[in-house]
């Protein structure tokens, strides 16, 4: 059974950083694509970043692109998403999932394994 387990969230204020992880099981965890999405109260679930298998490709919506981080340690089996100079509108559930059928990029449809979600409060 895939787990994906998501921590590190909490309430912040603007500017400060948070550093999520993710503890994959149950799958074969360097053979996958990894992302963080997140979702914020009455909107949709977006792709924040992905990060390939191996760790030598990875991708960053245009609002987090150079403030956000993310990175994956296979020995481990755990995915990571450094966040900086963090802004109220970053607020939501940030969530980890998991691919080896979709690229990085390919948005919510192209992850087959999702995580149970942690908040991340930016307060203003």
């Known amino acids: 059974q895939v787990q994906l387990v998501e921590s590190g969230g909490g309430l912040v204020q603007t500017g400060e950083s948070l550093r999520l992880s993710c503890a994959a099981s149950?799958?074969?965890?360097?053979?996958?694509?990894m992302g963080w999405f997140r979702q914020a109260p009455g909107k949709e679930r977006e792709s924040v970043a992905g990060?390939?298998?191996?760790?030598?490709?990875?991708w960053y919506t245009g609002s987090v692109r150079g403030r956000f981080a993310i990175s994956r340690d296979n020995a481990k089996n755990t995915l990571y998403l450094q966040m900086n100079i963090l802004k109220p509108e970053d607020t939501a559930v940030y969530f980890c999932?998991?691919?080896?059928?979709?690229?990085?990029?390919?948005?919510?449809?192209?992850?087959?394994?999702w995580g149970q979600g942690t908040q991340v409060t930016v307060a203003a």
């Open positions: 999932a998991a691919t080896n059928r979709g690229s990085i990029n390919g948005g919510v449809r192209a992850f087959d394994y």
């Open positions: 149950g799958l074969t965890f360097s053979n996958y694509n």
């Open positions: 990060i390939a298998s191996a760790g030598r490709g990875t």
